[in-house]
């Protein structure tokens, strides 16, 4: 079982910068896909950002593009999201998943961290 452990979430200012990590252990990853997700209260879970583990293909959302910026670093088996010039509206918990190959859908999910940006 793969496993997947957030961090990083916190209370913030508008403007402010904050960066997530995304822990992964259980097994090994090759041709995984890492994304990030997030969820704001009363709406649905939506894409942020993901990234191949193996490569530098990256996709982001309309909403975070040139505010955002997600890497890996391999050693650590860690994903991050850096997030930049943080609004109001990005205020959610946010999600790290796992699929087994770039376009598949997620089969793993951490348990969320939660980013409050104040005005």
């Known amino acids: 079982q793969v496993q997947l452990v957030e961090s990083g979430g916190g209370l913030v200012q508008a403007g402010d910068s904050l960066r997530l990590s995304c822990a992964a252990s259980?097994?090994?990853?090759?041709?995984?896909?890492m994304g990030w997700f997030r969820q704001a209260p009363g709406k649905e879970r939506e894409f942020v950002a993901a990234i191949r583990w193996s490569g530098d293909t990256t996709s982001y959302a309309d909403s975070v593009k040139g505010r955002f910026t997600i890497s890996r670093e391999k050693v650590k088996n860690t994903v991050y999201l850096q997030m930049n010039s943080l609004k109001p509206e990005d205020t959610a918990v946010y999600y790290c998943?796992?699929?087994?190959?770039?376009?598949?859908?997620?089969?793993?999910w951490g348990q969320g961290t939660q980013v409050t940006v104040s005005s």
């Open positions: 259980g097994r090994t990853f090759g041709t995984y896909a």
């Open positions: 998943a796992a699929g087994p190959r770039w376009g598949s859908e997620y089969d793993y």
